[in-house]
């Protein structure tokens, strides 16, 4: 359903660009099969993307976008982790700094989720990205300092547990809370 969800936002963002003129061109990302307005379609970004940094109202414009979709992601964990810390961080970033922003706001939810708490591996693309990184180390700095190992749940496994797991019975659930 995020699919959808996302695909829809970038058909209007297509509309959108393509209505109005002197603005910069949607391109088709073929790595994620999605359509963005920040990225181009070289994976290896050595062709410049068309971030304007160039004046105040601009910069201003951008930041302001990318910061309301840290925050309202639909999914009040990482609405709350990654708005923090781009409210924290957008200031002081450079393009590059933007584009890997972008690439990390694009990833869907429950993946990042999982990828950030260490439940699962994060593919390498993902790993050496730079914003990712510090995310990742500011999450898990912080579970370590405010949690125990024995409310995390284990790599491999899901992170949601009911109160009724270790309930055995004729009539109890095979797992979670059913």
């Known amino acids: 359903m995020a699919t959808l ?17 002197g603005r910069t061109t949607t391109v088709f990302w073929p ?3 999605w359509v963005s307005t920040y990225f181009s379609t070289n994976i290896s970004n ?3 993307l068309n971030i304007d940094l160039s004046n105040e109202e601009s910069k201003r414009r951008l930041y302001n976008r990318l910061l309301y979709r840290s925050k309202q992601r639909g999914f009040l964990e990482l609405d709350l982790v990654l708005g923090k810390w781009v409210e924290e ?53 912080n579970l370590n300092n405010h949690s125990s190992l024995s ?7 899901p992170w949601v547990r009911g109160w009724d797991d270790i309930k055995k019975g004729r009539d109890s659930p095979i797992t979670g809370n059913q």
């Open 46 to 48: 050595t062709q410049p």
């Open 5 to 21: 969800r996302i695909a829809l936002r970038n058909v209007h963002r297509i509309v959108n660009t393509s209505a109005v003129s």
């Open 31 to 33: 790595q994620y099969g």
């Open 89 to 141: 961080h957008i200031h002081s970033m450079d393009e590059n700094g933007i584009k890997a922003l972008v690439n990390v706001l694009d990833l869907e939810n429950p993946d990042l989720w999982k990828w950030l708490t260490g439940q699962e591996q994060p593919p390498e693309a993902v790993t050496l990205n730079p914003v990712f990184s510090a995310v990742q180390q500011k999450v898990l700095k």
């Open 151 to 157: 409310t995390r749940a284990t790599p491999g496994r």
